[in-house]
C-alpha cells in the first residue's frame, strides 16, 4: 500500500524554466510534508517542507505547495539549473499526531530531473 | 567533517553471510533510522529507534537486526545475507521535522 506516490519517475526541463514535481498521498492524517533531494553517490538531502496547516511555503528559487483537500502537493523550481538535476523525493510525516507513527517519514518512490543547459 | 557517517561505503558479500552496517551521528539527535532504497521504490524504513533504550521495526524489518550502541552509534546486522537484499542502505538522523541522512553503504550480495 503506497500511501506517497510520485507518479512521474522522470522530468526534462530547459535551463531557465520551471520544474514542477509532484506527489499524492492517501493519508489525509499526515501533518507534515517534505522534500528531499538526492545526487548519485550521495544521501538525501533536506530541500524544504510544509505543515499541513499553510498551503505554500517558499525558499528561493523553491516553493512547495500543498492541497490537502486532493491530497496533492507539489515542487516548483524556478528557474531551473543544470545543478538541479537530481532525483528529487517527496515524504510525508506524523509531526503532531500519529500515535506509534509520530517522526516517521513515509517517501514516494522519486522523479528524476534532468535540467538541459 | 560530515554529521552523519556510514561505514562502510560499499560492500560485497556472499549469500548466508552475517553483515554488519555501521552509522555514527555528531548532531546529538536522539532518533535514528535506517533505510533501503531500491529502484523505483524510494526509501523503505527497516528499523527505528526514538532513544537508546527504544528500538522499533519498520515496514521491511525481516532479516534484519539493529543495535543502538550508543546516542551517536545505530548499527544495522542482516545476519545470513541473501541476494533480494542488495541495495543502497542509509541512515538518518532526526530531532523532530527534517531528518539528516548518511552518504549511503552499497550492498551487493552475491
Known amino acids: 500500500d503506497q500511501q506517497v506516490k510520485q507518479n512521474s519517475p522522470s522530468l526534462s526541463v530547459q535551463e531557465g524554466r520551471i520544474s514542477i514535481l509532484n506527489c499524492d498521498y492517501t493519508?489525509?492524517?499526515?501533518?507534515?510534508f517534505l522534500w528531499y533531494k538526492k545526487y548519485p553517490a550521495e544521501g538525501p538531502t533536506f530541500l524544504i517542507s510544509?505543515?499541513?496547516i499553510k498551503d505554500k511555503n517558499e525558499d528561493g528559487r523553491f516553493t512547495v505547495f500543498l492541497n490537502k483537500s486532493a491530497k496533492h502537493l507539489s515542487l516548483h523550481i524556478v528557474p531551473s539549473q543544470p545543478g538541479d538535476s537530481a532525483v528529487y523525493f517527496c515524504?510525508?510525516?506524523?509531526?503532531w499526531g500519529g500515535g506509534t507513527s509520530y517522526g516517521k517519514l513515509t517517501f514516494g518512490q522519486g522523479t528524476i530531473l534532468t535540467v538541459h543547459p | 567533517d560530515a554529521d552523519v557517517t556510514q561505514t562502510p561505503r560499499n560492500r560485497i558479500t556472499k549469500t548466508g553471510k552475517r553483515i554488519m552496517l555501521e552509522c555514527s551521528q555528531t548532531?546529538?539527535?536522539?532518533?535514528m533510522y535506517w533505510y533501503r532504497q531500491d529502484p523505483g521504490l524510494g526509501l523503505r524504513l527497516i528499523y527505528y529507534?526514538?532513544?537508546?533504550?527504544?528500538?522499533n521495526k519498520g515496514e521491511i524489518s525481516d532479516g534484519y537486526s539493529v543495535s543502538r550502541q550508543a546516542q551517536a552509534k545505530f548499527s544495522l546486522s542482516l545476519e545470513s545475507a541473501i541476494p533480494n537484499q542488495t541495495a543502497l542502505y542509509f541512515c538518518?538522523?532526526?530531532?523532530?521535522?527534517?531528518?539528516?541522512f548518511g552518504p549511503g553503504t552499497r550492498l551487493t550480495v552475491t
Open positions: 493519508n489525509s492524517m499526515f501533518d507534515y
Open positions: 515524504a510525508a510525516s506524523f509531526l
Open positions: 538518518a538522523t532526526s530531532e523532530r521535522g527534517e531528518q539528516y
Open positions: 510544509i505543515s499541513s
Open positions: 548532531k546529538g539527535h536522539d532518533r
Open positions: 529507534s526514538f532513544d537508546v533504550k527504544d528500538i
